[in-house]
């Protein structure tokens, strides 16, 4: 004789009809909603065990270590590489340090701030850095974020994209890396305090103070606005690293005027004036503050760095000697279909005048790449070749017919 369907869940003593799933055990049944509980609890458990609390201390990675792993990835920027190297370097022993330190010195973190032109490398070497260390890291974009209450997403959503690649951890994400790229589009839209709300670029500012400073945080879970009703996930960002990238378009001329109103009165000993590509290595934070961030977020931005324009040879070494290089990415792509590519080296010297001639950085490398391999990747998994082999006739050929085609 069958055995009559349950009825209501052994756990909860919710009816059959009121749940998603029932499973049927020795004598007694359980909801799919007391499954999933249950699964939470055992994770937090086992989280917040002595033993594995012990564990979860960071390894400590020495700057020059960090420094040589980045130099697999990213081509130049030396000066950035080596004052990333040094932040994290000391941030993480923040970290371990905590609550060890015996004579009373709490060690302040140093947030960072990187001023560079699209292109040069700000995300890549903020990702490759996470991707080392081994901890939770995430992306925001400062474009998007407006002062609460408004049209836009409150700067609370940083923390919430943080959660969630740390898989809601809030242990794990308290240690990770916040990159905010586009830091410079929240600038003030004037030199003076406006007397009407400038929600999208002070307000911004102001909202961002006590994230980047360190403070307990009600982040919502999911996203979106908080509400009243909300449950809140609380979310301590004193050991959380903050790294900010902007380009900052124009500040070269602030950085010049500045340079000039120094040396008014003296003569310069052997030194001529630097050009506009070269006076990037002279920012500081006076001109990141004139350029219309306010000096309290600018003065928990500690760390000033940045990176140089990219020329024809380092574009030229980023499509073929990182790891993860251009080049190596598209002769896999048609290694899958057992056809082996070779890229003349012509072809590589057209992509980076085009990319030049668009100032386009290092991104726009992918872009005129892939306008050249378009049409041969469409064709090579029915060529039945076994190899492709591009010459600048062909590429010429094949840009002509894209968006490059026309002139800059």
């Known amino acids: 004789m069958a055995k009559p369907p349950a009825q209501f869940c052994s756990f909860c003593l919710r009816p059959r009809t009121e749940v998603d799933l029932l499973i049927s055990g020795h004598k007694a049944e359980i909801c799919s909603d007391c499954v999933e509980q249950a699964h939470e609890i055992v994770h937090a458990e086992r989280t917040s065990a002595p033993g594995k609390r012990a564990s979860n201390e960071l390894k400590l990675i020495k700057p020059k270590?960090?420094?040589?792993?980045?130099?697999?990835?990213?081509?130049?920027?030396?000066?950035?590489?080596?004052?990333?190297?040094?932040?994290?370097?000391?941030?993480?022993?923040?970290?371990?340090?905590?609550?060890?330190?015996?004579?009373?010195?709490e060690i302040d973190k140093s947030n960072v701030i990187l001023v560079g032109e699209t292109g040069t490398g700000k995300t890549l070497i903020a990702r490759t850095i996470a991707r080392m260390l081994n901890v939770p890291f995430c992306i925001a974009d400062?474009?998007?974020?407006?002062?609460?209450?408004?049209?836009?997403?409150?700067?609370?959503?940083?923390?919430?994209?943080?959660?969630?690649?740390?898989?809601?951890?809030?242990?794990?994400?308290?240690?990770?890396?916040?990159?905010?790229?586009?830091?410079?589009?929240?600038?003030?839209?004037?030199?003076?305090?406006?007397?009407?709300?400038?929600?999208?670029?002070?307000?911004?500012?102001?909202?961002?103070?006590?994230?980047?400073?360190?403070?307990?945080?009600?982040?919502?879970?999911?996203g979106g606005r908080k509400h009243p009703e909300q449950k809140l996930i609380q979310v301590d960002t004193r050991q959380i690293l903050f790294i900010c990238g902007g380009a900052f378009d124009g500040i070269q001329r602030r950085i010049s005027d500045r340079l000039s109103r120094q040396s008014i009165g003296f003569k310069p000993q052997g030194k001529t004036r630097p050009n506009e590509e070269d006076v990037l290595q002279y920012v500081a934070p006076q001109d990141i503050k004139s350029f219309g961030l306010i000096p309290e977020l600018v003065g928990r931005l500690p760390v000033v760095t940045y990176l140089s324009p990219l020329d024809a040879s380092a574009l030229k070494r980023i499509l073929t000697e990182p790891k993860n290089a251009l080049l190596s990415q598209y002769q896999k792509l048609l290694e899958m279909d057992n056809v082996h590519l070779k890229v003349e080296d012509e072809v590589l010297d057209l992509i980076v005048e085009k990319a030049l001639e668009y100032k386009l950085g290092a991104r726009g490398l992918r872009s005129i790449f892939e306008a050249i391999m378009r049409q041969e990747m469409f064709d090579a998994p029915d060529s039945g070749a076994s190899e492709l082999i591009i010459t600048r006739e062909m590429a010429e050929k094949r840009l002509a017919q894209s968006q490059f085609g026309s002139a800059a």
């Not at 270590?65 to 130099?71: K, M, S, Y």
């Not at 030396?78 to 370097?89: F, G, N, R, S």
């Not at 919430?160 to 242990?171: I, M, P, S």
């Not at 007397?195 to 103070?209: A, Y």
């Open 65 to 105: 270590q960090i420094r040589a792993f980045l130099d697999e990835y990213v081509i130049g920027q030396d000066e950035a590489k080596i004052t990333l190297a040094v932040a994290v370097y000391n941030h993480y022993k923040r970290i371990n340090q905590a609550g060890k330190n015996k004579d009373d010195i």
């Open 142 to 222: 400062a474009t998007v974020l407006t002062e609460a209450g408004y049209v836009g997403e409150d700067v609370e959503s940083v923390l919430t994209r943080l959660l969630q690649a740390a898989d809601y951890n809030v242990e794990s994400a308290q240690r990770g890396i916040v990159f905010i790229d586009e830091i410079d589009k929240i600038a003030r839209k004037g030199d003076n305090p406006s007397l009407t709300r400038d929600v999208s670029g002070e307000g911004v500012q102001q909202g961002l103070l006590k994230l980047l400073e360190g403070s307990v945080i009600g982040v919502p879970p999911q």
